[in-house]
C-alpha cells in the first residue's frame, strides 16, 4: 500500500512539472516612432471588452525582454469605447504597445484585435483589416512592430 501511494505521489509531481512547464510565448505589436516629431496614432479594435491597454516605453526598450512599459499620460491617450477608438500622441524616440497576443504563430494563422490604424504627422499611413495586422513586421525575438520613421 505504501508503495503504491509512493508511485502515485511521484506520478503526479511528474504530471504537475510537466503541465506547468510547458512553453508559452508573448508576441507584442507595437508601433515605434523614430521620426523626429510627435505622430498621431488612430486605431480600432475588433473587441474592446478585450483590447490591450496602450502603454509606452523608450524606442529602444523594444528589443530586451523587460520593455518596462508604463502607461500614457491622459493629455495623449484618448479611448471612445462607443466607436472601439484608441488615438495616441506618441512622442519621438517612444514606442507603445498596441496589442498582444499569447501563442501567436504569423499572420497567416492568427488573428489580432486589431480592425484598423491610422499614423499621421505630416502625411498619412491608413491600414485596414488584414492590411492593418500585416503592417507589423516580424522583429528578431517574438514581437512585431510598425517603425515610423
Request: glycine residues 6%; contains cysteine; proline residues 1%.
Amino acid at each position: 500500500m505504501k508503495m503504491i501511494k509512493q508511485t502515485f505521489y511521484l506520478s503526479l509531481i511528474i504530471c504537475l512539472s510537466v503541465f506547468l512547464t510547458s512553453c508559452s510565448t508573448l508576441s507584442e505589436f507595437m508601433i515605434i516612432n523614430k521620426s523626429g516629431s510627435v505622430i498621431e496614432i488612430e486605431y480600432k479594435v475588433k473587441n474592446i471588452a478585450n483590447y490591450e491597454k496602450p502603454r509606452i516605453t523608450s524606442a529602444e526598450k523594444t528589443t530586451g525582454m523587460s520593455k518596462g512599459w508604463q502607461q500614457i499620460e491622459k493629455d495623449n491617450l484618448e479611448i471612445d469605447e462607443a466607436t472601439r477608438t484608441i488615438k495616441i500622441k506618441l512622442p519621438s524616440g517612444k514606442a507603445v504597445i498596441v496589442a498582444a497576443e499569447v501563442n501567436y504563430s504569423g499572420h497567416d494563422k492568427d488573428e489580432i484585435n486589431i480592425e484598423s490604424i491610422k499614423i499621421m504627422s505630416g502625411g498619412s499611413m491608413d491600414y485596414v483589416g488584414k492590411q492593418a495586422q500585416r503592417a507589423f513586421k516580424k522583429q528578431e525575438n517574438s514581437d512585431y512592430s510598425i517603425i515610423y520613421e
